[in-house]
């Protein structure tokens, strides 16, 4: 619980209360138990600066979330030292319910960033919970483009894990750009392509914005990262497009046929050896 991703923090438990422990553990009626007594903060924050409310959606507890939101002094959108609200660790966690219960509060930003940028949207992508995604495109104000601090949007993360339903959702808005890259420079299509994930390549061509040729920053487009890591299915799909080239030197100078022998990816280098416009005699650096 106290070691999952994003927080990495040790907790000093002198500030965790009774309320905040059935928050986590789900025990309802302890928890209406305390929520009636006089001087229980019900919006009280422990050392990492989480409210009971924030561990019971982080820990999917739907019926202590409908328990606490009833009451007037707490508030659903607290930001903990981390930046996460209880909508963006229900959203990590893959916790439907939670995230619908919400999203049904006006007082609840579906797009507050945490301290990494990311938003509940960007954390539902990056993990393939496509009916929390779903659900969070349907609020008019979602944001599902808008990157973290490293640049990175969920169409990126998304096609990076190879989360088809996800990425299938996103190509469907018209504000989201498949090919906005990170930092790196890398596209959603150059990551997906070097993690060998062909439906997600797939559904990338078939947009007709799409640039399926973008070097990253070292130089290296899609069909070079696909031929250095051996995924001779992604390689197929980007040979069959004439704005691909498959004979792109790096910024080290490898073309894909070298980074393919250099990796002994032999099926791939006579995929490569096909093709009349690459280079087969591409010096090794």
């Not at 008019?140 to 490293?150: F, G, I, L, T, V």
């Not at 906005?180 to 007709?208: C, F, I, Y």
């Not at 973008?214 to 290296?220: L, S, T, W």
């Not at 197929?236 to 704005?243: M, P, S, Y």
């Amino acid at each position: 619980m106290y070691g999952r991703d994003p927080l990495h923090v040790v907790v000093n438990f002198s500030k965790f209360t009774g309320l905040h422990f059935a928050s986590i553990f789900g025990l309802v009626e302890v928890a209406r138990a305390l929520t009636e007594m006089e001087g229980v903060d019900t919006n009280g924050i422990d050392e990492i600066g989480s409210t009971p409310l924030y561990w019971a959606a982080e820990n999917g507890n739907e019926e202590m979330v409908k328990l606490l939101l009833k009451r007037k002094d707490v508030n659903p959108d607290e930001q903990n030292k981390c930046g996460q609200t209880p909508i963006s660790s229900a959203a990590l966690g893959g916790h439907e319910a939670v995230v619908k219960l919400l999203l049904g509060r006006e007082d609840v930003d579906p797009n507050k960033p945490d301290m990494w940028g990311r938003t509940p949207i960007l954390w539902a992508a990056s993990k393939g919970h496509d009916a929390i995604a779903r659900l969070l495109l349907g609020r008019e104000d979602a944001s599902p483009d808008r990157p973290d601090n490293k640049g990175r949007a969920p169409i990126l993360l998304a096609a990076k894990n190879g989360h088809e339903e996800v990425v299938k959702l996103l190509l469907g808005r018209e504000d989201v750009d498949p090919n906005r890259p990170n930092m790196w420079d890398q596209t959603p299509t150059s990551l997906a392509a070097e993690n060998g994930h062909e439906e997600v390549v797939k559904l990338l061509l078939k947009r007709k914005d799409i640039n399926p040729d973008r070097p990253d920053n070292g130089g290296r487009n899609p069909i070079s990262w696909a031929a250095g890591n051996g995924h001779q299915a992604v390689v197929e799909l980007l040979l069959g497009r004439k704005d691909v080239n498959p004979d792109r030197s790096d910024n080290g100078g490898r073309n894909p046929i070298s980074w393919a022998v250099k990796n002994g990816h032999e099926a791939v280098v006579q995929l490569l050896h096909r093709r009349k416009d690459a280079n087969p005699d591409q010096p090794d650096v």
